[in-house]
């Protein structure tokens, strides 16, 4: 008999994986606590390489029609110089370029098509409050004074994950010295920018065309928030536009603290990311920043991963820990590889805002000037170091 599975966390992990599951006839109840997808802002960004497993999956027509906006290549903005840092065309992937969807479209995509099979259990507005264990190994998760029994639980609830914390495992921390302020800068719709992050004077603006709006991150030093409330908002709206001049007239619609909100950004990972009866995957096994715009594209790689080295053993009703291992093992390196390169990352943009230089100079000539660098940072964005691809079959 197959084995069923609960997985917590209605985001791109969860909802990937139980996708996959289902599409394979394996038995899934996805618990997400909020009532719908549609909440902050954590990450438009579709990868190349997700577009390549729409592809595998004979999806990629009917996501392509959801609507979007498609990159060929990003570039910043330095002290207003425009720099290509990546170039999408040259990819061995179906599309050569970077998709930007809302993510509550995704998933609701994602979750649509989920239901058309038998085995997929969606249950939204659940919370998950502990893990059951019998004899050592977890069996299933509570919500309250509900039950969820399971052969295997998945925790994907993300970086403050509570299966985590209430598993025991130990966590690696990173330490971060950025956090990020999102808000929503109204324009019209015809405005589009060529850059997605203006550096100038220290700091850093990250620019995401919605439409009528631009989703904008202001990073800022960790602990500064009180400070900069303090300063009052024409200082904040001044440090955007210091950064961003073309926004003068837009960003006075940022009239209230209430419409800016504070991400706070953690890089950490587990030491282990299983016990008996549970694997963590996607930022809940390893958050990540926002660095690079990758940690979506990772936990969909985990989601592939784990449906690839589980779904027979599940369908056979045959999984232990060796099993739970090698998904580890699978995604520990590229796990490390990305979130060494958001430390050192961090490092630079921290530098920046302490001094006010920018020591991004030499790194952005070189990109701008050598085409090979900006096919690698494409393709480490956009691909990743380890690439999955779709081996279920569906059930
Ligand atoms: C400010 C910010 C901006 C970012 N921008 C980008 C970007 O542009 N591109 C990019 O690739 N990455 C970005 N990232 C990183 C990216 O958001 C994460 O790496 C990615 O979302 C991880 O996916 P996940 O499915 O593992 O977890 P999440 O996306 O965090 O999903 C976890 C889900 O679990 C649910 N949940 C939590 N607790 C419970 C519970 N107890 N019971 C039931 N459900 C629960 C949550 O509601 C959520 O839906 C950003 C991160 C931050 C902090």
């Not at 399971?150 to 994907?156: D, E, F, T």
């Not at 599940?314 to 093992?329: E, F, M, N």
Request: charged share 25%.
């Amino acid at each position: 008999m197959a084995s069923k599975v609960c997985i917590v966390g209605g985001g791109p992990a969860g909802v990937m994986l139980a996708f996959l599951l289902a599409r394979s006839g394996v038995p899934v109840t996805i618990l997400e606590k909020h009532e719908d997808f549609f909440r902050d802002f954590r990450g438009d960004t579709i990868h190349p390489s997700t577009l390549q497993l729409m592809h595998e999956l004979g999806l990629l027509d009917e996501f392509l029609k959801v609507p979007h906006d498609e990159l060929t290549q990003v570039s910043l903005s330095l002290d207003g110089h425009l720099s290509p840092i990546a170039d999408f065309t040259s990819l061995p992937t179906v599309c050569k370029m970077i998709v930007f969807m809302p993510q509550w479209d995704f998933l609701d995509f994602l979750a649509d098509h989920g239901r058309r099979y038998p085995t997929f259990d969606l249950r939204m507005g659940i919370e998950v409050t502990d893990l059951i264990e019998e004899d050592g190994r977890v069996v299933g998760v509570k919500a309250g004074e509900e039950e969820f029994r399971a052969h295997l639980v998945i925790g994907a609830d993300g970086r403050h994950s509570i299966v985590r914390d209430k598993a025991g495992f130990e966590v690696e921390e990173f330490g971060v010295p950025i956090d990020v302020l999102w808000t929503k800068i109204p324009k019209a719709k015809e405005m589009t920018e060529q850059a997605l992050g203006y550096f100038g004077g220290g700091n850093f603006l990250v620019l995401i065309n919605r439409g009528d709006y631009y989703q904008t991150g202001v990073l800022i030093r960790k602990g500064d928030f009180d400070g900069i409330q303090k300063a009052g908002l024409p200082a904040f709206r001044q440090r955007i536009l210091s950064t961003a001049p073309f926004l003068s007239g837009y960003v006075d619609a940022v009239d209230d603290w209430s419409k800016v909100r504070l991400l706070t950004v953690q890089i950490d990972r587990l030491k282990k990311w299983h016990r008996p009866g549970l694997l963590c995957i996607g930022d809940s096994a390893h958050a990540m920043s926002p660095a690079g715009g990758v940690g979506v594209n990772l936990a969909i790689q985990d989601a592939v991963a784990t449906a690839n080295m589980l779904t027979a053993g599940l369908l056979s009703g045959k999984i232990d820990g060796s099993d739970l291992q090698r998904v580890q093992d699978r995604r520990l390196r590229p796990t490390k590889q990305i979130q060494g390169f958001q430390v050192f990352f961090h490092k630079r943009i921290a530098n920046a805002s302490a001094t006010g230089q920018t020591n991004l100079r030499l790194p952005l000539w070189f990109a701008r000037h050598f085409q090979f660098i900006r096919r690698f940072v494409a393709r480490m964005t956009g691909i990743g170091p380890l690439p999955e691809h779709i081996e279920t079959k569906p059930g």
